[in-house]
């Protein structure tokens, strides 16, 4: 069962506009992970934020964790067309194994 | 460069047929992870592993499926019989995990399986 519900779940930009994701998850967790999908490619991971931390950046990646929502967001910066792609957020439970457990996803397109 | 190796890339099996996908975990890492990724379904956790113990298998169908790490350079998924509802990207994931915490994963390519 999805753990992650990443939130929408598809979004289409301009070239140099931000695009903001969310994701919202159901139990508590130990941490939260953002991964990257290109079509017909593996999944590469973008950033961790652990339950105590409230925000991360990453170059023009910059992420929130609210935990009292149970919810999470990755803004991209400046978009260009090369973050096309699908994006994920990932969740373990906490007090329980370390499974990760992964969202549907948001097809985001930035058109040029 | 470290990375996941899967094989095969792609296979076309006829329903019935025994299909076992393998993988290269990253030299060092701990934790091996099966998805399976369809449209409808998105990834699924089939499978995993921490220091080639099966610690969670409940994501997968019992009566075809079976996962295994013979040894820490190589995990295998098999399906017997395969039928064409399994038919889907199934993606292998290594990383060095602790109890209780996962860690970041890296993934192979993926094994894009289609049951005819």
């Known amino acids: 069962s999805q753990q992650g519900e990443e939130d929408p779940q598809a979004l289409s930009i301009q070239e140099g506009e931000n695009a903001t994701m969310n994701c919202s998850y159901k139990?508590?967790?130990?941490?939260l992970q953002w991964y990257r999908q290109n079509s017909g490619r593996g999944l590469v991971h973008l950033i961790l934020?652990?339950?105590?931390?409230r925000e991360k950046h990453s170059g023009r990646l910059r992420v929130t964790l609210d935990t009292s929502k149970k919810s999470s967001s990755l803004l991209i910066t400046a978009s260009r067309a090369a973050d096309t792609a699908s994006y994920f957020c990932?969740?373990?439970?906490?007090?329980?194994?370390?499974?990760?457990?992964f969202g549907k996803g948001t097809k985001l397109t930035v058109n040029p | 460069d470290a990375r996941v190796t899967q094989t095969p890339r792609d296979k076309v099996t006829e329903m019935g047929q025994e299909v076992t996908m393998r993988c290269q975990p990253i030299?060092?890492?701990?934790?091996v992870f099966w998805y399976r990724q369809t449209m409808m379904q998105g990834l699924e956790l089939l499978a995993y592993?921490?220091?080639?113990?099966?610690?969670?298998d409940s994501g997968m169908p019992k009566d075809r499926f079976s996962a295994e790490m013979p040894d820490a350079t190589l995990a295998t998924l098999k399906i017997q019989p395969s039928e064409p509802r399994d038919s889907a990207v199934y993606f292998c994931?290594?990383?060095?995990?602790?109890?209780?915490?996962?860690?970041?994963?890296?993934f192979g390519e993926g094994s894009r399986l289609t049951v005819l």
């Open positions: 994931a290594s990383g060095w995990g602790l109890a209780g915490d996962t860690g970041e994963l890296f």
């Open positions: 139990t508590s967790i130990n941490n």
């Open positions: 934020i652990r339950s105590n931390e």
């Open positions: 990932a969740t373990d439970s906490q007090g329980g194994s370390e499974k990760l457990v």
């Open positions: 030299l060092g890492h701990n934790t």
């Open positions: 592993f921490r220091n080639r113990a099966p610690l969670d």
